[in-house]
């Protein structure tokens, strides 16, 4: 199924735009364009990223590709911050500073970039108050360590040390000077300016594990580097890596389909392919045969829930998310809480109890019908449809 966020990145491209507040544009022209063709499934929603990505090996002109990194996520200026950096930190590359090319690069990316920069500049600068409004959020010590470690057992230890570590010794040892070392230093610095900013960032902010994947992109190729420099000596550790991660990727996908670990609940991540699973037939029909008539918008205060709705269901109103204690989203945008004051909505909530935080925000508030996604016979998850009646809007 298509599920969290990629049904959300899916509503991106029913409204394409220069930008978004939590991403650049470039998702959403890619799902819009493989989605055409292929139409709104899970196979055309996915084909375009996995397309592209074996176009990786052609050798195209960096500024285009830079630009277009960016417009995809703005991670992408990690590596560019390296680039730029890269030739005053190796003195054998300090004749690019006087290759006129060497600047076009950054100035056609930059180009490219630009519709973004002024989407925002017309929108409040909302990416940039967006993401600014979570660099303290929720974070800690022990989420420092639950990220890290988690990072770790889920890369596996000799990739997690060769590809995070292992640089940061680099650049701190600036390293000796030998086959390779150019090399080094470019994908150490690509590699540290992220690991820097991670490791700050995740002292003040509860982070997901997938958020610091740029910090890996340089040492992915240091792995390499040293690799086949040390090959005799390193091969085992090559092994033990290899064995890792197919055990890893082998253990979840059996869980997966025939779950043999003794987990219930948010403690067997595989749930999540099955929390939604009620949306495909049961949810879709109610939608279909008892909603739809009603004129009725679908609202929900998750920006994932509504976009699995509009995925899968595609009622005649576009489900939408509200942002009541909520962080804004791209339906904030499309569809401002304050267009639905005095409007009647449909509230799909996890559960069988109506949120307590939104009840004071509706004068009437009535269940509908709770359906559950069931997975091997079992309920991993409940969702409640209720008729809520006169939006008072946020005060």
Not at 55 to 61: K, V
Not at 192 to 210: D, G, K, Q, T, V
Not at 320 to 335: M, P
Not at 357 to 378: A, M, P, V
């Amino acid at each position: 199924m298509v599920i969290d966020d990629e049904a959300y990145y899916a509503m991106y491209a029913r409204h394409l735009s220069p930008g978004y507040i939590d991403h650049g544009p470039t998702v959403a022209f890619v799902i819009w364009l493989f989605t055409l063709i292929f139409g709104e499934t899970g196979f055309g929603i996915r084909f375009g990223s996995v397309f592209l990505l074996t176009l990786m090996g052609w050798i195209l002109p960096g500024g285009v590709l830079l630009g277009v990194a960016m417009l995809s996520k703005i991670s992408a200026a990690f590596p560019a911050i390296a680039l730029a950096a890269y030739p005053l930190f190796n003195p054998n590359k300090r004749g690019l500073l006087k290759n006129p090319r060497y600047y076009i690069s950054f100035v056609t990316a930059l180009m490219i970039f630009s519709p973004f920069i002024i989407w925002n500049a017309n929108n409040n600068w909302a990416f940039f108050v967006y993401q600014g409004s979570h660099v303290t959020e929720g974070g800690g010590f022990n989420s420092f360590i639950e990220l890290w470690a988690g990072l770790a057992i889920l890369i596996g230890p000799v990739l997690f040390y060769f590809a995070a570590v292992k640089p940061a010794i680099f650049c701190i040892i600036k390293g000796k000077k030998k086959s390779g070392s150019d090399a080094m230093q470019f994908f150490s610095l690509m590699t540290a300016i992220p690991l820097l900013y991670f490791l700050f960032h995740s002292f003040f902010s509860r982070m997901e594990i997938n958020w610091p994947a740029p910090v890996f992109f340089g040492g992915l190729f240091i792995c390499a580097i040293i690799f086949d420099e040390r090959w005799d000596a390193l091969k085992k550790f090559f092994t033990v890596q290899i064995l890792y991660s197919l055990s890893l990727v082998g253990i979840i996908t059996i869980q997966t389909f025939f779950p043999f670990l003794p987990l219930s609940g948010n403690s067997d991540i595989t749930n999540r392919y099955f929390y939604y699973s009620s949306f495909k037939n049961e949810v879709k029909s109610y939608i279909k045969d008892e909603l739809n008539g009603k004129g009725v918008r679908i609202a929900s205060n998750n920006f994932q829930i509504p976009s699995m709705l509009n995925v899968y269901a595609n009622p005649n109103r576009e489900a939408v998310c509200l942002s009541i204690d909520y962080h804004e989203t791209l339906y904030s945008f499309l569809y401002p809480d304050s267009s639905f004051i005095g409007e009647d909505l449909i509230i799909l909530w996890e559960g069988n109890q109506f949120p307590k935080s939104l009840k004071s925000y509706f004068s009437k508030i009535s269940h509908l019908k709770t359906f559950e996604s069931k997975r091997r016979g079992s309920v991993v998850e409940q969702y409640t449809f209720w008729e809520c009646l006169d939006y008072k809007g946020k005060n």
